[in-house]
């Protein structure tokens, strides 16, 4: 872009929505494979994918929350995982984790998976938030409506206006909006955004808002940012970041995904793509004799 020029922060702006991170640091082969896929939609879900995931889940798959893992290791047989509850010895184990958590070493991998180390750092995650505030009087807004604010300023946020009819307004920002969250904290989001509703639907709005929520996925040591994306000329990374290890190890998530990545549909997709790498590993080792009983972690 040229310097100085009459539309850079728009697009810092809605690269930032996309993004997390500034024009300059998005791989174009990257985006475009993004682009090429994107349906345009996005769905709200009432109850939060949080709700959406356990219900997915069989009632006997035992679920462990709260328990971080701190490092595998490769056994005669499979794998050792273990948490600060203790070691799970399984058959394989597949990597869900953002490249954030890979990149920074905070697993401990078995030695020769520095590859895939280096292609999560390749992949860093973008900073998105949002700001959640609560609508006082439901005549202010109409149900179900979109804005943008001011997007000559790449802070500008996407605001959701009572999605699902509910009293609720959810400010989206991405990049520099984002860091401004992470750096000042939520009093200067909630002002930010407050301001900015104000100047898009007059100053009266004030009284019928105030601050519920922000959130602080860059300051989480689980997770530290948004989602992925590719440095300039490391698009090749995310095919890389997917390869299994030792048909032990099995990698998924948004980021190993070619073109779906930063997306739900992406992420789960990847874990299909994943579980049947793992399964059909486990099978061949079980043909050639080291039989046992099928497990995953």
């Not at 040229?2 to 690269?15: F, L, M, Q, S, T």
């Not at 904290?185 to 002002?191: I, L, R, S, V």
């Not at 990847?270 to 972690?297: C, I, K």
Request: hydrophobic residues 45%; glycine residues 10%.
């Amino acid at each position: 872009m040229e310097p100085g020029g009459e539309w850079n922060a728009y697009v810092r702006a809605i690269a930032g929505f996309m993004s997390g991170v500034a024009p300059e640091l998005i791989s174009a082969t990257d985006y475009l494979a993004y682009d090429d896929a994107s349906t345009g939609k996005n769905w709200n879900l009432p109850f939060g994918y949080g709700t959406l995931v356990a219900a997915s889940l069989p009632p006997e798959v035992a679920l462990r929350l709260a328990t971080p893992v701190e490092r595998i290791d490769l056994t005669a047989d499979g794998v050792a995982v273990s948490t600060r509850a203790g070691t799970v010895h399984a058959k394989a184990a597949i990597l869900t984790v953002s490249t954030a958590v890979l990149a920074n070493e905070a697993i401990r991998l078995p030695p020769g998976t520095e590859p895939w180390r280096e292609a999560a750092a390749a992949l860093p995650l973008g900073r998105n938030e949002k700001v959640f505030l609560e609508i006082g009087r439901d005549s202010a807004f109409g149900p179900d409506t979109h804005a943008y604010g001011n997007l000559r300023d790449p802070r500008s946020a996407s605001y959701s206006i009572r999605p699902n009819g509910w009293p609720v307004i959810e400010a989206f920002l991405g990049g520099d909006g984002a860091r401004m969250l992470e750096e000042e904290g939520p009093a200067a989001g909630f002002a930010y955004v407050s301001a900015q509703l104000a100047a898009l639907f007059g100053s009266d709005v004030a009284s019928a808002i105030r601050p519920l929520a922000a959130t602080s996925w860059s300051r989480i040591a689980a997770i530290g940012g948004a989602y992925s994306c590719a440095l300039p000329g490391r698009s090749q990374a995310r095919g890389r970041l997917a390869q299994p290890f030792e048909d032990r190890l099995f990698f998924a998530g948004e980021a190993t995904h070619p073109f779906d990545f930063t997306t739900a549909h992406g992420a789960h997709d990847s874990g299909e793509r994943a579980a049947d790498e793992a399964m059909a590993a486990l099978r061949e080792r079980n043909l050639f004799g080291r039989r046992g009983p099928l497990t995953a972690a």
